[in-house]
C-alpha cells in the first residue's frame, strides 16, 4: 500500500512538472509571436514607430522642346571635346609667341619670328582643322579667344597684318562664322565653359587661358 501511495505521489508530481513547462513553452511561444521589433523616431518626447520607404522613380517622356534642348546640348558638348585640344595647343603655341615678341624691337625681326612659328602651326592644325564642321570652327575659334585672350580676327591681324584678317573675315562669313568670336564664360558662354572644365578635368589638362 505504501509503494503504491508512492508511487502515485509521484507520478502525480511529475504529471505537475511536466503540465508546468508544457504551459511555459506555450506561453512563450505566444509571447514570442506577439512581439514586433520595429525602428522608431523621439518626437516631441513621444516614441512613434518609424519605417524607411523604398525610393520610387518616376519617368516621364521628354517633351519636343525637351528633346531639342538635349540634342542641341549633346552637339555642343561634342563639338568642344573636339575642338578644345586643338584650342589649347593653339593657345600654348601663341601665348608663347606673344611671350617671345618682346625680345624683338626691329619690325623686321618680329615679322621673321612671327613666320618661323607660322609654319608650326600650320604644320600641327593644317590637316585637322579641315575635317571640322562649320559649327565645330565657330566652336574652336570661341576657344581660342578663351585660351588666348583674344579673338582670330585681332591674332591675324597681329601677325599678318589687317588686309589678311579681312580677307579671312569675310571667307568666315560666307561660311555663316565669323572670326571675331567673343568669349563670355560668365554669361553667353558659360555652357561651354563647363563642359571646357569637364573636359579639363577628364584629361588632366592644366589651365593655360589667358586672362582678360
Known amino acids: 500500500m505504501d509503494s503504491q501511495k508512492t508511487s502515485f505521489i509521484l ?21 514570442q509571436s506577439d512581439t514586433l521589433k520595429v525602428q522608431a523616431i523621439v518626437y516631441n518626447g513621444d516614441t512613434i514607430p518609424m519605417s524607411v520607404l523604398e525610393n520610387i522613380y518616376v519617368y516621364a517622356h521628354l517633351t519636343e522642346e525637351q528633346k531639342k534642348a538635349v540634342a542641341k546640348y549633346n552637339r555642343l558638348r561634342n563639338a568642344v571635346y573636339v575642338t578644345y585640344p586643338y584650342a589649347r595647343k593653339s593657345g600654348i603655341v601663341l601665348n608663347d609667341i606673344n611671350a617671345n615678341l618682346v625680345k624683338y ?3 623686321s625681326d618680329r615679322k621673321r619670328y612671327i613666320k618661323s612659328r607660322e609654319k608650326e602651326l600650320k604644320k ?16 574652336l575659334m ?15 591681324k597681329e601677325y599678318r597684318g589687317g588686309l589678311t584678317a579681312r580677307l579671312y573675315q ?15 564664360a560668365e554669361k553667353e558662354d558659360w555652357v561651354i565653359e563647363k563642359i571646357v572644365k569637364e573636359v579639363q578635368r577628364l ?6 587661358a589667358k586672362k582678360k
Open 124 to 139: 600641327e592644325f593644317t590637316t585637322p582643322l579641315t575635317k571640322l564642321s562649320v559649327y565645330q570652327g565657330k566652336i
Open 170 to 184: 569675310t571667307v568666315a562669313f560666307f561660311f555663316d562664322s565669323n572670326l571675331k568670336q567673343p568669349y563670355d
Open 11 to 31: 507520478k502525480s508530481i511529475f504529471s505537475v512538472l511536466l503540465l508546468l513547462i508544457v504551459s511555459k513553452s506555450i506561453f512563450s511561444q505566444n509571447q
Open 203 to 208: 584629361y588632366g589638362y592644366d589651365e593655360i
Open 142 to 156: 570661341k576657344l581660342i579667344n578663351r585660351e588666348t585672350g583674344n579673338n582670330c580676327y585681332e591674332i591675324i
Open 105 to 107: 624691337n626691329k619690325e
